[in-house]
């Protein structure tokens, strides 16, 4: 009974070490059929005289044009001026910084930047004078839909060591390209008309100080930092500025940047506007009242002084 267990578990023990190595060698052969299945990448050598190219090569930051491109950022010191009785004129600092700047110093000169301030627009007639029989008279006019009341340029330099002209006129940046709208029927009249009369308005402007230039009134205080003076008159109409940054360099316009200053009526002013627009007969009304009676106490009181 024992040796016919014995050679029953011996039986036993052989069968499960034939299974093993049949697996085991099937596994093989299956790895062995999977290599010979793979493909060998084999390099195809490149045509007889052809060139190779060269792998591309990262960016040298040493390169300008690798480097970002510069920005300009600007703001006013004051977004809203207030306008009363006493308003005596103003003065706006504008001041900025360039981003990604690459000049080492503010005395490099690397950039040049031009501040441009326009006043509301207002419509204008331009008359012209002449002499007739010893007499000055109106002889000629042209009409003006929207005229700048206001026009200030700051710069580093001269406008024209800045730009060139054509780039000075699309950006309508100096005297010459002051943005002025003729009214309707006023463009049948010859260019040389319209020049004249265009350079009336920005001499009479001038000598109101109503129009400004400062040619080296842009200062840098630092590799990025900038900062301009602006002065308004007091004889300035009211209403909104707009003020436009431009940023260049090689005389090339590369960024520019706007920003919005607001002058607005406060107190008793704001009060005798509005009533002067909302009510105009009743306002003319009592300012000839007022006229008649401050004439009339002035008369007494002279009157009574004489004796």
Same mark, same amino acid.
């Given at each position: 009974?024992?040796?016919?267990?014995?050679?029953?578990?011996?039986?036993?023990?052989?069968?499960?070490?034939? !299974?093993?190595?049949?697996?085991?060698?099937?596994? @093989?052969?299956?790895? /062995?059929?999977?290599?010979? @299945?793979?493909?060998?990448?084999?390099?195809?050598?490149?045509? /007889?005289?052809?060139?190779?190219?060269?792998?591309?090569?990262?960016?040298?930051?040493?390169?300008? @044009?690798?480097?970002?491109?510069?920005?300009?950022?600007?703001?006013?010191?004051?977004?809203?001026?207030?306008?009363?009785?006493?308003? !005596?004129?103003?003065?706006?600092?504008?001041?900025?910084?360039?981003?990604?700047?690459? /000049?080492?110093?503010?005395?490099?000169?690397?950039?040049?930047?031009?501040?441009?301030?326009?006043?509301?627009?207002?419509?204008?007639?331009?008359?012209?004078?002449?002499?007739?029989?010893?007499?000055?008279?109106?002889?000629?006019?042209? !009409?003006?839909?929207?005229?700048?009341?206001?026009?200030?340029?700051?710069?580093?330099?001269?406008?024209?060591?800045?730009?060139?002209?054509?780039?000075?006129? !699309?950006?309508?940046?100096?005297?010459?390209?002051?943005?002025?709208?003729?009214?309707?029927?006023?463009?049948?009249?010859?260019?040389?008309?319209?020049?004249?009369?265009?350079?009336?308005?920005?001499?009479?402007?001038?000598?109101?100080?109503?129009?400004? /230039?400062?040619?080296?009134?842009?200062?840098?205080?630092?590799?990025?930092?900038?900062? @301009?003076?602006?002065?308004?008159?007091?004889?300035?109409?009211?209403?909104?500025?707009?003020?436009?940054?431009?940023?260049?360099?090689?005389?090339? #316009?590369?960024?520019?940047?706007?920003?919005?200053?607001?002058?607005?009526?406060?107190?008793?002013?704001?009060? #005798?506007?509005?009533?002067?627009?909302?009510?105009?007969?009743?306002?003319?009304?009592?300012?000839?009242?007022?006229?008649?009676?401050?004439? #009339?106490?002035?008369?007494?009181?002279?009157?009574?002084?004489?004796?």
């Amino acid at each position: 009974m024992q040796r016919a267990r014995r050679r029953h578990w011996l039986l036993c023990s052989c069968l499960a070490i034939l !299974s093993a190595a049949l697996l085991a060698s099937s596994d @093989a052969g299956a790895q /062995q059929r999977r290599q010979r @299945a793979t493909p060998v990448p084999v390099p195809v050598p490149a045509p /007889q005289g052809a060139v190779r190219p060269a792998p591309a090569k990262p960016p040298d930051p040493a390169d300008p @044009a690798a480097l970002p491109r510069e920005t300009v950022q600007a703001d006013v010191s004051t977004r809203r001026v207030a306008v009363t009785s006493t308003f !005596s004129g103003t003065e706006i600092v504008v001041f900025g910084a360039i981003d990604n700047s690459r /000049q080492a110093s503010p005395e490099a000169g690397l950039y040049d930047v031009v501040v441009v301030v326009v006043g509301t627009p207002t419509r204008l007639e331009a008359r012209k004078k002449n002499r007739v029989l010893g007499v000055w008279l109106n002889t000629d006019s042209l !009409s003006f839909e929207s005229v700048p009341n206001y026009y200030s340029i700051v710069s580093t330099r001269p406008l024209d060591e800045v730009a060139s002209e054509e780039v000075l006129k !699309s950006m309508e940046i100096g005297f010459d390209y002051v943005p002025m709208v003729l009214a309707k029927g006023a463009e049948t009249r010859g260019a040389a008309e319209i020049k004249a009369f265009r350079d009336a308005i920005v001499r009479l402007k001038r000598k109101d100080k109503l129009y400004s /230039q400062d040619e080296y009134g842009v200062a840098f205080i630092g590799r990025s930092l900038f900062r @301009a003076t602006v002065d308004v008159p007091a004889n300035v109409v009211v209403g909104p500025f707009d003020t436009r940054v431009f940023l260049f360099r090689n005389r090339e #316009l590369i960024h520019q940047y706007r920003a919005r200053l607001d002058l607005e009526r406060e107190g008793i002013e704001d009060a #005798l506007h509005a009533f002067a627009f909302r009510y105009p007969l009743s306002y003319g009304i009592i300012t000839v009242l007022l006229a008649v009676a401050s004439g #009339l106490l002035a008369s007494a009181v002279f009157r009574k002084g004489a004796h």
